[in-house]
């Protein structure tokens, strides 16, 4: 199962495990955290609970 990150667009590989979850889920690339709620292997929402750093750091990198 998959899902795209909605703050840096990574694609997250979720295992079976998350089949039937509702809970929240980190991004490894920008650590935005997800709420998520899957239902019999469905992605039925994703909402973000806390914004990813990536844009922030690329400001930063490109002012320098
Ligand atoms: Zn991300």
């Known amino acids: 199962?998959?899902?795209?990150?909605?703050?840096c667009g990574y694609t997250i590989d979720m295992d079976n495990a998350y089949g039937d979850y509702d809970g929240q889920i980190?991004?490894?690339i920008c650590?935005?955290?997800l709420n998520i709620k899957t239902e019999e292997g469905e992605l039925?929402?994703?909402?973000v609970a806390k914004a990813g750093q990536l844009n922030s750091e690329k400001s930063i990198f490109?002012?320098?």
Do not use: I, Q, Y
Not at 1 to 7: D, E, G, H, T, V
Not at 44 to 47: I, L, Q, R, V
């Open 62 to 64: 490109s002012r320098a």
């Open 31 to 33: 650590k935005a955290v």
């Open 44 to 47: 039925k929402s994703t909402t």
């Open 1 to 7: 199962m998959r899902l795209n990150c909605l703050s």
């Open 26 to 28: 980190k991004c490894v």
